[in-house]
């Protein structure tokens, strides 16, 4: 049988490609200005770490979004690696 879904993008790619990318903002840049440790930012950008309430609000703040946007990105993408087959 063929899948016919696929898990939607994380929320640390997003982060990577549509912002820090075109802002030429390294990990270590983001974490300072998050005021988070590199090590966090660095395995959210991998997946390896969860958008948390407390990240999201910190991301909205830094870029312009909101905190719903990220937690929306990344409930969205743990409920597609649930359906994805």
Known sequence: MQPT???MTPPGVILLEDLMTP???TPQ???AALE???NV???IIRG???VTADVASRL???FGTTPEFWLYAQAG???SKTTAS
Do not use: G, I
Request: some cysteine; hydrophobic content about 50%.
């Open 41 to 43: 930012v660095v395995a």
């Open 60 to 62: 909205a703040s830094c």
């Open 36 to 38: 988070l440790p590199e």
């Open 29 to 31: 840049a983001l974490a």
């Open 48 to 50: 390896d770490e969860p």
């Open 77 to 79: 993408y743990d409920l």
């Open 23 to 25: 802002l030429n903002m």
């Open 5 to 7: 879904h696929r898990a």
